[in-house]
Protein backbone atom coordinates (compact mmCIF):
# COMPACT_ATOMS: atom_id res chain seq x y z
CA UNK A 1 0.00 0.00 0.00
CA UNK A 2 0.99 3.43 -0.79
CA UNK A 3 -0.32 6.44 0.60
CA UNK A 4 0.42 10.01 -1.32
CA UNK A 5 0.26 13.12 0.54
CA UNK A 6 -0.35 16.28 -1.32
CA UNK A 7 0.72 19.69 0.04
CA UNK A 8 1.26 23.46 -1.45
CA UNK A 9 -2.02 24.27 -2.50
CA UNK A 10 -3.46 27.55 -1.40
CA UNK A 11 -4.94 30.72 -3.15
CA UNK A 12 -3.03 33.08 -5.79
CA UNK A 13 -3.53 35.86 -8.10
CA UNK A 14 -3.47 35.35 -11.56
CA UNK A 15 0.10 35.43 -13.02
CA UNK A 16 1.11 33.83 -9.68
CA UNK A 17 3.14 30.62 -8.95
CA UNK A 18 2.79 27.33 -6.63
CA UNK A 19 4.38 24.76 -6.19
CA UNK A 20 2.86 21.50 -5.23
CA UNK A 21 4.59 18.23 -3.24
CA UNK A 22 3.09 14.72 -3.10
CA UNK A 23 5.25 12.77 0.11
CA UNK A 24 4.63 8.87 -0.64
CA UNK A 25 4.88 6.80 1.82
CA UNK A 26 6.40 3.75 0.34
CA UNK A 27 10.52 3.27 -0.08
CA UNK A 28 9.51 1.70 -3.15
CA UNK A 29 8.92 5.45 -4.94
CA UNK A 30 11.38 4.80 -7.58
CA UNK A 31 9.26 2.08 -8.70
CA UNK A 32 6.29 4.21 -9.97
CA UNK A 33 5.23 6.14 -12.48
CA UNK A 34 3.90 9.45 -11.05
CA UNK A 35 1.39 11.68 -12.28
CA UNK A 36 -0.05 15.14 -11.46
CA UNK A 37 -4.14 15.34 -12.51
CA UNK A 38 -6.88 18.21 -11.66
CA UNK A 39 -10.72 18.55 -11.77
CA UNK A 40 -12.13 21.68 -11.60
CA UNK A 41 -16.21 21.98 -10.16
CA UNK A 42 -18.48 20.61 -12.20
CA UNK A 43 -15.47 18.89 -14.59
CA UNK A 44 -13.88 15.70 -15.43
CA UNK A 45 -10.60 14.94 -13.90
CA UNK A 46 -7.81 16.15 -16.71
CA UNK A 47 -4.77 14.54 -16.63
CA UNK A 48 -1.99 17.25 -16.22
CA UNK A 49 1.88 15.47 -16.06
CA UNK A 50 3.87 12.38 -15.49
CA UNK A 51 7.20 11.35 -15.19
CA UNK A 52 9.25 8.53 -15.24
CA UNK A 53 10.27 6.84 -12.62
CA UNK A 54 13.72 8.00 -12.68
CA UNK A 55 13.10 11.66 -13.85
CA UNK A 56 14.08 11.67 -17.12
CA UNK A 57 11.01 11.43 -19.04
CA UNK A 58 8.03 13.72 -18.91
CA UNK A 59 4.76 14.14 -20.36
CA UNK A 60 2.72 17.12 -19.99
CA UNK A 61 -1.08 18.22 -21.49
CA UNK A 62 -0.71 20.64 -24.43
CA UNK A 63 -2.67 23.16 -23.00
CA UNK A 64 -0.26 23.40 -20.18
CA UNK A 65 2.98 23.24 -22.06
CA UNK A 66 5.27 25.65 -20.70
CA UNK A 67 4.11 26.94 -18.20
CA UNK A 68 3.38 23.30 -15.40
CA UNK A 69 6.81 21.49 -14.65
CA UNK A 70 6.89 18.06 -13.20
CA UNK A 71 9.90 16.68 -11.36
CA UNK A 72 10.63 14.05 -8.53
CA UNK A 73 13.17 13.64 -5.58
CA UNK A 74 13.38 9.49 -5.06
CA UNK A 75 15.75 10.51 -2.67
CA UNK A 76 13.08 12.23 -0.61
CA UNK A 77 9.89 9.98 -1.80
CA UNK A 78 8.24 13.50 -3.42
CA UNK A 79 7.06 14.48 -6.07
CA UNK A 80 6.75 18.48 -7.46
CA UNK A 81 4.39 20.36 -10.09
CA UNK A 82 5.49 23.65 -10.17
CA UNK A 83 2.88 26.24 -12.21
CA UNK A 84 3.81 29.15 -13.32
CA UNK A 85 1.61 32.02 -14.92
CA UNK A 86 -1.96 30.64 -13.23
CA UNK A 87 -4.56 31.52 -14.81
CA UNK A 88 -8.31 32.06 -13.18
CA UNK A 89 -9.21 28.31 -15.36
CA UNK A 90 -6.14 26.09 -13.18
CA UNK A 91 -8.70 26.63 -10.10
CA UNK A 92 -9.12 22.52 -9.71
CA UNK A 93 -8.66 20.05 -6.94
CA UNK A 94 -5.01 18.40 -7.72
CA UNK A 95 -4.54 14.99 -7.24
CA UNK A 96 -1.19 13.19 -7.29
CA UNK A 97 -1.15 9.59 -8.72
CA UNK A 98 0.96 6.77 -8.86
CA UNK A 99 1.76 3.60 -11.32
CA UNK A 100 3.45 1.40 -13.42
CA UNK A 101 3.82 2.50 -16.54
CA UNK A 102 4.45 6.07 -17.96
CA UNK A 103 2.14 5.11 -21.16
CA UNK A 104 -1.12 4.52 -19.41
CA UNK A 105 -0.91 6.33 -16.58
CA UNK A 106 -2.11 9.46 -18.32
CA UNK A 107 -5.73 7.53 -19.31
CA UNK A 108 -5.93 7.09 -15.93
CA UNK A 109 -4.49 3.42 -15.01
CA UNK A 110 -3.57 3.98 -11.56
CA UNK A 111 -2.51 2.06 -8.36
CA UNK A 112 -2.79 4.71 -6.10
CA UNK A 113 -3.82 8.43 -5.62
CA UNK A 114 -3.56 10.74 -3.16
CA UNK A 115 -6.31 13.09 -1.75
CA UNK A 116 -5.77 16.64 -3.45
CA UNK A 117 -5.12 19.53 -2.57
CA UNK A 118 -7.04 23.18 -3.66
CA UNK A 119 -5.33 25.46 -6.01
CA UNK A 120 -7.51 28.59 -6.29
CA UNK A 121 -6.39 31.57 -8.77
CA UNK A 122 -8.33 34.23 -8.17
CA UNK A 123 -7.97 38.15 -7.78
Known amino acids: QVQLVESGGGLVQPGGSLKLSCAAS????????MAWFRQAPGKAREFVAS????????IYADSLKGRFTISRDNAKNTVYLQMNSLKPEDTAVYSC????????????????WGQGTQVTVSS
Open 97 to 112: AAGTSLSTIQIGVIDY
Open 26 to 33: ARTFSTYT
Open 51 to 58: ISRNGFTT
